[in-house]
C-alpha cells in the first residue's frame, strides 16, 4: 500500500507532465530483465542518517552528478536504439534497431562506431541522422552542480527501487529558457549513498515540452541507472511511449535506449623522459 501511494503521490507532483502525453498516464514499470542493483560492500561511506535534511541531501547527490559526468566521458559503453511502431492490437508493427560503440579517437575523445548495420521494418517514418545525433546529446545527468539553481527540488517521499531505499524528489525548473530544455519530473535518490538511480520526466523550454525526435512526439522519458566498477551510476535503461497522429489512425509508438559493457578508458602511459638537451651559452652582447 505505501509503494502505490508513494508512485500516486510522485505522478501527481508532475503536475500536467502525464496529461500533456496522450501516451502512458505514470512511470511504466520496468521491463522483466531490467534491475536496478548496487555492488554490496564497495563504499566505504557511513550510510547517511534519515533525518538528514533534503537541502544536505540535494547538496551530496548533485556533487555526485558532477563525478558521474565527468567519469561518463573516461568509459566506453555499446548502446542500443530501438524505434517500435505498434499495431491496434499493441503487437509490434515495425521497427528500427541500431548498435553503436563508443571508442577512443585518434585525439583520445570518445566517438561512436556503428557494430551493427542499421535494421528498419517501420512503415511510416525513418530515423534521420540528425534524430540519432540528437539522440546522443540527451543530457544524462540533469542535476549536476552547475545546473541545480536553475531547478526547485523538493522532497516529496520514499520509495524502493528493487531492492535500494531511495528518496524521491520533485524537479522543476525555477524560469524556463527558450532554445535549452530543462529537467521537469521526478528522481529517485539512493538513500544510503545519496546518488541518483532513476529518473522520470521530460524536457521544457518557453515554448513547451521539448521532444527529442522531430518526427515523433518524445518527450516524457524514465531512465534506469546502473552501478559501474562499485563507484558509478551511468544510466543504461531509457525508454518513452506515445502516440504519432497520423492522416487516417493513431498509432503508439515505443523508443528503447539501452547501455552496456561500459569500461574504463585504458590508462595512458607517461611519455618517456627525455634527458635534457645540452643548452649552447648565449653569445655575449654586443657592445654598443
Same mark, same amino acid.
Not at 515505443?254 to 595512458?268: G, T
Given at each position: 500500500?505505501?509503494?502505490?501511494?508513494?508512485?500516486?503521490?510522485?505522478? %501527481?507532483?508532475?503536475?500536467?507532465?502525464?496529461?500533456?502525453?496522450?501516451?502512458?498516464?505514470?512511470?511504466?514499470?520496468?521491463?522483466?530483465?531490467?534491475?536496478?542493483?548496487?555492488?554490496?560492500?564497495?563504499?566505504?561511506?557511513?550510510?547517511?542518517?534519515?533525518? %538528514?535534511?533534503?537541502?544536505?541531501?540535494?547538496?551530496?547527490?548533485?556533487?555526485?552528478?558532477?563525478?558521474?559526468?565527468?567519469?561518463?566521458?573516461?568509459?566506453?559503453?555499446?548502446?542500443?536504439?530501438?524505434?517500435?511502431?505498434?499495431?491496434?492490437?499493441?503487437?509490434?508493427?515495425?521497427?528500427?534497431?541500431?548498435?553503436?560503440?563508443?571508442?577512443?579517437?585518434?585525439?583520445?575523445?570518445?566517438?561512436?562506431?556503428?557494430?551493427?548495420?542499421?535494421?528498419?521494418?517501420?512503415?511510416?517514418?525513418?530515423?534521420?541522422?540528425?534524430?540519432?545525433?540528437?539522440?546522443?546529446?540527451?543530457?544524462?545527468?540533469?542535476?549536476?552542480?552547475?545546473?541545480?539553481?536553475?531547478?526547485?527540488?523538493?522532497?516529496?517521499?520514499?520509495?524502493?527501487?528493487?531492492?535500494?531505499?531511495?528518496?524521491?524528489?520533485?524537479?522543476?525548473?525555477?524560469? %524556463?529558457?527558450?532554445?535549452?530544455?530543462?529537467?521537469?519530473?521526478?528522481?529517485?535518490?539512493?538513500?544510503?549513498?545519496?546518488?541518483?538511480?532513476?529518473?522520470?520526466?521530460?524536457?521544457?523550454?518557453?515554448?513547451?515540452?521539448?521532444?527529442?525526435?522531430?518526427?515523433?512526439?518524445?518527450?516524457?522519458?524514465?531512465?534506469?541507472?546502473?552501478?559501474?566498477?562499485?563507484?558509478?551510476?551511468?544510466?543504461?535503461?531509457?525508454?518513452?511511449?506515445?502516440?504519432?497522429?497520423?492522416?487516417?489512425?493513431?498509432?503508439?509508438?515505443?523508443?528503447?535506449?539501452?547501455?552496456?559493457?561500459?569500461?574504463?578508458?585504458?590508462?595512458?602511459?607517461?611519455?618517456?623522459?627525455?634527458?635534457?638537451?645540452?643548452?649552447?651559452?648565449?653569445?655575449?652582447?654586443?657592445?654598443?
Amino acid at each position: 500500500m505505501l509503494r502505490a501511494a508513494l508512485c500516486i503521490a510522485a505522478i %501527481l507532483a508532475l503536475g500536467n507532465v502525464a496529461q500533456a502525453q496522450q501516451g502512458p498516464q505514470g512511470p511504466m514499470a520496468p521491463p522483466p530483465e531490467h534491475r536496478v542493483a548496487r555492488t554490496i560492500g564497495t563504499r566505504p561511506e557511513a550510510e547517511a542518517p534519515p533525518s %538528514l535534511p533534503p537541502e544536505e541531501i540535494i547538496r551530496r547527490f548533485s556533487q555526485k552528478e558532477d563525478e558521474f559526468l565527468a567519469e561518463r566521458s573516461r568509459h566506453t559503453a555499446r548502446k542500443s536504439i530501438r524505434l517500435q511502431e505498434l499495431g491496434a492490437d499493441g503487437k509490434v508493427s515495425g521497427e528500427f534497431f541500431r548498435v553503436t560503440e563508443t571508442v577512443p579517437g585518434s585525439d583520445g575523445r570518445l566517438v561512436s562506431k556503428t557494430i551493427e548495420n542499421p535494421q528498419s521494418t517501420l512503415q511510416h517514418a525513418f530515423l534521420a541522422p540528425e534524430d540519432l545525433a540528437a539522440l546522443d546529446h540527451i543530457p544524462a545527468f540533469p542535476l549536476t552542480t552547475s545546473q541545480l539553481s536553475k531547478y526547485e527540488v523538493k522532497f516529496i517521499g520514499s520509495e524502493q527501487v528493487d531492492e535500494i531505499d531511495c528518496y524521491i524528489f520533485q524537479v522543476k525548473p525555477k524560469m %524556463l529558457e527558450l532554445t535549452r530544455g530543462l529537467f521537469d519530473g521526478i528522481i529517485w535518490v539512493d538513500a544510503k549513498y545519496l546518488e541518483v538511480v532513476k529518473t522520470y520526466g521530460k524536457w521544457v523550454t518557453e515554448r513547451g515540452d521539448a521532444p527529442i525526435l522531430a518526427q515523433y512526439p518524445f518527450a516524457l522519458f524514465e531512465t534506469y541507472r546502473e552501478n559501474v566498477d562499485g563507484k558509478y551510476w551511468f544510466p543504461n535503461y531509457s525508454r518513452s511511449e506515445d502516440t504519432v497522429h497520423l492522416k487516417d489512425q493513431d498509432m503508439n509508438v515505443r523508443l528503447i535506449i539501452k547501455w552496456s559493457d561500459f569500461k574504463p578508458l585504458p590508462a595512458v602511459p607517461p611519455a618517456a623522459v627525455q634527458p635534457a638537451a645540452a643548452q649552447t651559452p648565449a653569445a655575449p652582447a654586443k657592445p654598443q
